[in-house]
């Protein structure tokens, strides 16, 4: 590994920085930044805009009219050597006559996956891999996901009492009627979240109990750009009613109601789903589970078939107890509010996994949100499952 000198730490930084600027419109790509510097001078930048057009390297270069002799170029991601919707950066990179070409992380995309670093290195290029690898691994760690597994990033949500409580199970609530655990700043906090990830998710036990829209709702000028990521709902058996906000909160933008396969030919279940689809919902049935209900690993993989890298499972209990049961969940934020009621809802329910081997939580971070805590943190360790 090189020792990183003080500019390409910071130059790299500039890069991941780039990069952010396009997050949510680069799909399915990931997002990449470039940066070209000579004699310790930035010459030009660039940033993957959208899939299809110039990947940050082309777009640093064009600047330049694609030459930059004796230059360093700085990339979050490695070049790609393929042909796509656009041809290999690669290519367009040695003709540039740039000197050396420092690289945060390698792809994991199959046709690229060390290749593209290999080819550079095979021209006579110098490449040095590995220039704050951790946090451009992180930057595109839902595509990472969805390109080897072919699932996307699961993040369990919860808004939580202290005593571990996200709802009340004895109040016989009318639909809709919410009773919010946080303040306003944590709720605006979620709405951020949600907008971060490209599906959000809850059962039907939420969508009956909470009437929920789903949507993400920020103030303007935010609003005007606000991503509308897809709006699922798990529901084996196809309870969700009609008349349920969820199915009317985004025109143009349908929800996606995920159903199981029937073991046998359901009258009723077909009723309720043409029912479901007049109401301008699209309803999908994938394979059961043992218990009759949406199998996950079935779910996951639909979802990525439809270019989902990252998934918001907002619950409730018995959807968390699904996903933490099946080792499905790769991150967590957890909503703490300074509040204890002695009972309620906890936030899993369900078989859970072994005591003696539950999955562990990496390093967590820490925020304020008014009187609020969120918690934020990585899965490291997906635990073992119960034996039955």
Same mark, same amino acid.
């Given at each position: 590994?090189?020792?990183?000198?003080?500019?390409?730490?910071?130059?790299?930084?500039?890069?991941?920085?780039?990069?952010?600027?396009?997050?949510?419109?680069?799909?399915?790509?990931?997002?990449?930044?470039?940066?070209?510097?000579?004699?310790?001078?930035?010459?030009?930048?660039?940033?993957?805009?959208?899939?299809?057009?110039?990947?940050?390297?082309?777009?640093?270069?064009?600047?330049?009219?694609?030459?930059?002799?004796?230059?360093?170029?700085?990339?979050?991601?490695?070049?790609?050597?393929?042909?796509?919707?656009?041809?290999?950066?690669?290519?367009?990179?040695?003709?540039?006559?740039?000197?050396?070409?420092?690289?945060?992380?390698?792809?994991?995309?199959?046709?690229?996956?060390?290749?593209?670093?290999?080819?550079?290195?095979?021209?006579?290029?110098?490449?040095?891999?590995?220039?704050?690898?951790?946090?451009?691994?992180?930057?595109?760690?839902?595509?990472?996901?969805?390109?080897?597994?072919?699932?996307?990033?699961?993040?369990?949500?919860?808004?939580?009492?202290?005593?571990?409580?996200?709802?009340?199970?004895?109040?016989?609530? !009318?639909?809709?009627?919410? &009773?919010?655990?946080?303040?306003?700043? $944590?709720? *605006?906090?979620?709405? +951020?979240?949600? /907008? =971060?990830?490209?599906?959000?998710?809850?059962?039907?036990?939420?969508?009956?109990?909470?009437?929920?829209?789903?949507?993400?709702?920020?103030?303007?000028?935010?609003?005007?750009?606000?991503?509308?990521?897809?709006?699922?709902?798990?529901?084996?058996?196809?309870?969700?009613?009609?008349?349920?906000?969820?199915?009317?909160?985004?025109?143009?933008?349908?929800?996606?109601?995920?159903?199981?396969?029937?073991?046998?030919?359901? !009258?009723?279940?077909?009723? &309720?789903?043409?029912?479901?689809?007049? $109401?301008? *919902?699209?309803?999908? +049935?994938?394979? /059961? =589970?043992?218990?009759?209900?949406?199998?996950?690993?079935?779910?996951?993989?639909?979802?990525?078939?439809?270019?989902?890298?990252?998934?918001?499972?907002?619950?409730?209990?018995?959807?968390?107890?699904?996903?933490?049961?099946?080792?499905?969940?790769?991150?967590?934020?957890?909503?703490?509010?300074?509040?204890?009621?002695?009972?309620?809802?906890?936030?899993?329910?369900?078989?859970?996994?072994?005591?003696?081997?539950?999955?562990?939580?990496?390093?967590?971070?820490?925020?304020?949100?008014?009187?609020?805590?969120?918690?934020?943190?990585?899965?490291?360790?997906?635990?073992?499952?119960?034996?039955?």
């Amino acid at each position: 590994m090189p020792a990183w000198s003080k500019d390409d730490l910071r130059f790299m930084r500039e890069a991941l920085d780039l990069a952010e600027r396009g997050r949510g419109s680069t799909k399915p790509n990931p997002v990449v930044g470039a940066v070209l510097v000579k004699n310790g001078k930035v010459l030009s930048h660039g940033f993957h805009r959208r899939a299809g057009l110039p990947h940050a390297e082309i777009e640093a270069l064009a600047k330049l009219d694609m030459r930059a002799p004796g230059a360093t170029l700085y990339v979050t991601l490695e070049p790609c050597c393929h042909h796509g919707r656009t041809g290999p950066c690669t290519e367009a990179i040695l003709r540039s006559h740039v000197q050396r070409v420092v690289v945060g992380c390698c792809d994991e995309n199959p046709l690229v996956s060390g290749r593209g670093i290999a080819a550079l290195r095979r021209a006579g290029l110098r490449v040095d891999a590995g220039c704050l690898k951790e946090e451009c691994q992180r930057q595109n760690r839902a595509f990472f996901t969805w390109i080897r597994g072919k699932r996307p990033w699961v993040t369990m949500k919860v808004a939580t009492t202290l005593d571990g409580c996200i709802g009340d199970r004895l109040e016989k609530r !009318r639909r809709g009627a919410m &009773r919010w655990i946080t303040g306003t700043p $944590a709720r *605006a906090a979620a709405h +951020l979240l949600r /907008a =971060d990830h490209d599906a959000v998710l809850v059962g039907v036990g939420t969508v009956c109990a909470d009437n929920p829209r789903m949507t993400v709702r920020l103030p303007p000028p935010a609003s005007a750009s606000t991503p509308k990521p897809l709006r699922v709902v798990l529901d084996s058996h196809l309870r969700t009613p009609p008349a349920a906000a969820i199915l009317r909160a985004s025109p143009g933008c349908p929800a996606l109601i995920v159903a199981a396969t029937p073991a046998k030919a359901d !009258r009723g279940m077909e009723i &309720r789903r043409r029912r479901l689809k007049a $109401a301008g *919902a699209e309803v999908v +049935l994938v394979a /059961a =589970d043992r218990q009759g209900h949406v199998a996950l690993r079935a779910l996951l993989r639909l979802l990525a078939g439809r270019d989902v890298q990252s998934l918001l499972v907002e619950g409730g209990s018995r959807i968390h107890g699904a996903f933490v049961s099946a080792g499905l969940v790769d991150s967590v934020a957890v909503f703490l509010a300074p509040r204890l009621v002695g009972s309620g809802v906890p936030i899993v329910e369900g078989r859970g996994l072994d005591w003696r081997k539950p999955a562990v939580l990496g390093p967590f971070s820490l925020c304020g949100l008014g009187t609020d805590i969120l918690l934020t943190a990585d899965v490291v360790n997906r635990g073992q499952r119960r034996r039955r």
